[in-house]
């Protein structure tokens, strides 16, 4: 996984509430058995609409997404993850995100920063006004900063050190297999398994 | 003080815990589908790992197998190609498999209840979203990514945070004619599709205990659609009988039974949140929007988004109505359907084909509509024609199918066309998801079979 630390970018603003993940990928896109490539099936239904903000040129380079609240509302699907960073996408900023989806954004490096919404319309206003508005995403001092505004947000401790670090999780977890060998050899006899089959 | 069932489940399950980071959680069982786990074989094969305990995972292939012709090869090269990555990764990894033409096979939430391998007192997780299903015997269960897919195949483990506590609580007694679903679906229109958010919710109350496994099972089912983490109930002499029997009952069943009947929120126990709902009150629900909280009784009319004070809400629903051709203030019972879908994880087991089955037998389904009948499983299927239920949709001129996802998502052959209206027993009604430009309205068994006879959305009251 790619160290996070800090991103600077262009914004792309959003203006939909409750985008759900069959609208950021939709099922027909999740029957590739590889990890990459996913970028073609991004909002695919409202890139049909030339005036959908993807399609706009302005906004063709942007890599940070400013969205409506509940963002990544529905299935769990991570493919909704991979969709925006193939796409580009290394922030999306909303006032409020699904708990799956901002698990799997966080799991897999793409950051999912929470604002209130009244400065996600403020950025929503600014983007629309001057789309090459820089915008610099620091994860170390917890901050979105563009147009001389600075935004602190929150995020765990941990999370962020996992990020900053790059550290993919089972990595993480493997670190600790002697626990996991000593829960086993407590656990108790009735739980089923699935093998031998009955 | 007491602890809550959640919390006494999740307490049971932590290999480790510091400071600052989640909870290490143990996982019981690590149910698997073609969609999500490719991607997660891929990297343990990259990273040169096996996996941990093949003998607490197994797989199933549901979302996209065709429901038709299932033994001839999978015509679509996409979906034939995740099946067959499936297959090949499961004989790799030494995974059980349910291939199509297998009993066990189906959708992965029917299955593991019929095998008897979901109860209580466990984790599992799954890469689906509805593993919340599995929380109604009394078990934590949760969807989840597919780089957590990987994690659990690695390590059997998942660093997980404790999610808050909230206990819906409902009581009194349901109408002839209103089921599980329309408790769930009520729930939902209630508190929102983010109201459960970063919850792990127990359904409770004397409505709750007197369901069936089934129906408990669709509650669970929905609790995702509350935006809930995971839902479930606490198991009971419903539970135990349900497991009875079952291929992998536990062999020193009274140990479980100990067990499990310890598995309770203690009377002095404390929930974050506390909701209530009247089951006396309840009426068949259906949806009218573009997600799971837009719904309404069936007695009632299309809303006027201008009705609603919040904007977000508001411009919601406009987007709503909008997209699913409706006019407000139309009686939501005028609105006629193209196709009605019963099956899904939601409402595909036996029991809601049997209460469907009930309401066709001997009537024929109105010439302007289809009806596709998928079972959830083919041991679903063989047990519905081996009680003629089969013969009864066939004969109503419904289409009786093979087991799988089909139509709740349309990752398979069975999808709406544009514009095309359905009534679905499925859990989902979001734009474009059970075919490009389809429209939605979730429904319970019993609506579905009415509306079925009469074109338009009914319940059974309505014949
Ligand atoms: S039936 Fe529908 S909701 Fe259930 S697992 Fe399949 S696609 Fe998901």
Not at chain 1, 83 to 104: C, E, M, P, T, W
Not at chain 1, 159 to 170: A, K, N, P, S, Y
Not at chain 2, 154 to 166: E, Y
Not at chain 2, 256 to 282: C, G, M, P, Q, R
């Amino acid at each position: 996984m790619e160290k996070f630390i800090k991103h600077t970018g262009t914004g792309v603003p959003l203006r939909r509430s409750n985008v759900d993940t069959d609208q950021i990928i939709p099922a027909v896109y999740l029957k590739r058995v590889t990890r990459s490539g996913f970028e073609d099936g991004l909002f695919a239904a409202w890139r049909n609409d030339p005036d959908f903000v993807l399609n706009k040129q302005e906004f063709k380079d942007g890599t940070v997404l400013v969205a409506g609240a509940d963002f990544g509302t529905g299935s769990s699907r991570e493919h909704a993850v991979w969709a925006l960073q193939n796409y580009g996408f290394k922030v999306v900023i909303s006032s409020r995100f699904a708990d799956i989806f901002r698990g799997n954004s966080l799991k897999g490096g793409l950051l999912t920063v929470i604002l209130p919404q009244s400065d996600v319309e403020a950025m929503w206003e600014a983007i629309e006004a001057n789309p090459t508005t820089s915008i610099t995403v620091d994860l170390d001092t917890r901050t979105v900063s563009y147009n001389e505004l600075s935004h602190s947000f929150t995020i765990d401790d941990y999370t962020r050190w996992r990020l900053m670090e790059g550290l993919d999780d089972i990595g993480l977890t493997l670190k600790q297999t002697d626990s996991i060998d000593t829960f086993e050899g407590k656990r108790p006899s009735h739980k089923p398994a699935t093998l031998p089959i009955r | 003080m007491g602890k809550t069932l959640a919390e006494k489940i999740w307490a049971e399950h932590i290999v480790r815990q510091a400071e600052g980071e989640p909870d290490l959680l143990y996982i019981d069982l690590h149910l698997i589908h073609e969609v999500t786990s490719p991607q997660a074989f891929d990297g343990l094969r990259l990273a040169n790992r096996r996996v941990r305990r093949a003998d607490l995972t197994i797989a199933t292939e549901d979302h996209n197998v065709p429901t038709l012709d299932i033994l001839k090869p999978i015509a679509d090269p996409v979906s034939k190609l995740q099946v067959d990555t499936l297959r090949a990764n499961c004989k790799e990894f030494g995974i059980r498999l349910h291939s199509l033409g297998d009993i066990e096979q189906g959708v992965v939430h029917v299955v593991g209840p019929q095998l008897g391998i979901t109860q209580p007192g466990m984790t599992i997780v799954c890469g689906d979203s509805h593993t919340s299903t599995h929380g109604a015997f009394g078990a934590i269960a949760f969807g989840i990514g597919t780089s957590e897919v990987e994690h659990v195949l690695a390590t059997q483990t998942l660093p997980s945070s404790r999610p808050k506590t909230m206990a819906i609580n409902v009581e009194g007694t349901l109408k002839p004619g209103v089921t599980s679903k329309d408790i769930i679906l009520a729930i939902i229109a209630k508190i929102g599709t983010g109201g459960g958010q970063g919850y792990i919710i127990e359904y409770r109350g004397s409505a709750i205990r007197a369901l069936s496994m089934e129906s408990r099972m669709t509650v669970c089912n929905m609790s995702i659609e509350a935006g809930a983490r995971a839902g479930l109930i606490a198991p009971d002499e419903t539970t135990f009988e349900y497991i009875k029997g079952k291929p992998h009952a536990p062999e020193n069943w009274d140990e479980a039974v100990a067990y499990w009947k310890s598995l309770y929120t203690d009377s002095d126990a404390v929930f974050d949140v506390e909701v209530d709902l009247n089951a006396d009150e309840l009426e068949p629900f259906v949806t009218w929007g573009t997600n799971p909280g837009q719904g309404l009784p069936l007695n009632a009319k299309v809303p006027n988004p201008a009705d609603y004070a919040d904007t977000t809400e508001r411009t919601a629903a406009e987007r709503a109505l909008e997209y699913m051709g409706l006019t407000a203030g139309t009686p939501l019972k005028e609105i006629v359907i193209d196709t009605v879908f019963l099956g899904s994880c939601t409402n595909g087991r036996i029991e809601d084909l049997r209460s469907a089955a009930e309401i066709v037998k001997g009537k024929k389904i109105a010439s302007t509509l289809r009806m596709l009948v998928v079972p959830g499983s083919a041991r679903v299927r063989l047990e519905a024609e081996a009680e003629g239920l089969d013969k009864v949709f066939i004969d109503a001129g419904a289409e009786w199918r093979n087991a799988g996802c089909s139509m709740c998502l349309g990752m398979n052959p069975d999808q709406l066309a544009v514009g095309e209206r359905s009534a679905s027993t499925s859990n989902r009604n979001f734009e474009g998801r059970q075919g490009k430009g389809g429209r939605t309205h979730l429904v319970s068994p019993l609506v579905a079979a009415a509306t079925a006879l009469r074109g338009t959305l009914s319940s059974p009251a309505d014949l």
